[in-house]
């Protein structure tokens, strides 16, 4: 068996919901990823790199075009995430980085980013019903889960909230598209989120000098 066929085979049956290897895996390393994020940690950025990895295989099992496009921009972006935070402008002596609230330009740039989006990626899988069982709602969690990953790559507290919103249609989405455990951890996400959004956001309350040490010999 391959590594492929058995991350897309089954692991166990919990309350009639058929859990697969690719949907548990993937997404309990999306969880120590966005807990790793919580401490910012340099290696939430190669824990989300991992998940989209794996995540590929269970969106392709469950035969959602658009979850295997979505996954593979998160790589992407993943990729671009842990360059920015080692590139130790702002990054602390424990890998950690600074964090603050966004301006009200760059708020305006991600929601007017994250509507567009939205719209362009809803009206494509419209077109292509392959590409999606609910084309909007899909959409919807693509867009804001790029935009959540652009705000933690720049260290803002919005992207908490992007993360929540995320997660108010993640949650039913997951489980009427069969991927019971991806429901399961968007739950666990919440609280998680919850956590994190308060840790933050008392870190902003720090004095500057406080936060951010310079990273010696953080690659450029």
């Given amino acids: 068996m391959s590594t492929f066929d058995w991350l897309n085979s089954e692991a166990f049956t919990a309350f009639g919901q058929h859990i697969?290897?690719?949907d548990m895996v993937g997404n309990s390393i999306g969880l120590i990823a966005l807990a790793l994020g919580w401490r910012r940690s340099i290696w939430t950025w190669p824990a989300?790199?991992?998940?989209?990895?794996?995540?590929?295989?269970?969106?392709a099992s469950a035969q959602l075009s658009g979850g295997v496009g979505k996954q593979l921009l998160v790589i992407g972006v993943a990729l671009w995430g842990w360059r920015q935070w080692t590139r130790g402008a702002r990054a602390a002596q424990d890998?950690?980085?600074?964090?603050?609230?966004?301006?009200?330009?760059?708020?305006?740039?991600?929601?007017a980013g994250t509507a567009v989006g939205t719209l362009a990626v809803g009206a494509l899988f419209t077109a292509l019903p392959e590409l999606s069982w609910n084309p909007w709602p899909d959409a919807y969690i693509f867009v804001g889960t790029l935009a959540a990953m652009v705000?933690?790559?720049?260290?803002?507290?919005?992207?908490?909230?992007?993360w929540l919103l995320v997660d108010i249609v993640g949650v039913p989405l997951a489980f009427s598209s069969g991927l019971a455990f991806s429901?399961?951890?968007?739950?666990?996400?919440?609280a998680l989120v919850l956590w994190g959004l308060r840790d933050w956001w008392l870190r902003t309350r720090q004095p500057a000098d406080r936060q951010r040490p310079a990273l010696e010999g953080a690659p450029a």
Avoid at 49 to 59: D, E, P, Q, T
Avoid at 151 to 162: D, K, P, Y
Avoid at 183 to 190: A, K
């Fill in 20 to 22: 697969m290897w690719s």
């Fill in 48 to 59: 989300q790199f991992l998940s989209g990895v794996v995540l590929v295989a269970a969106y």
């Fill in 95 to 111: 890998g950690s980085i600074a964090v603050r609230f966004a301006t009200w330009k760059e708020r305006g740039v991600l929601l």
């Fill in 151 to 162: 705000a933690q790559a720049r260290g803002l507290v919005e992207f908490w909230f992007a």
């Fill in 183 to 190: 429901g399961f951890v968007y739950v666990v996400y919440l």
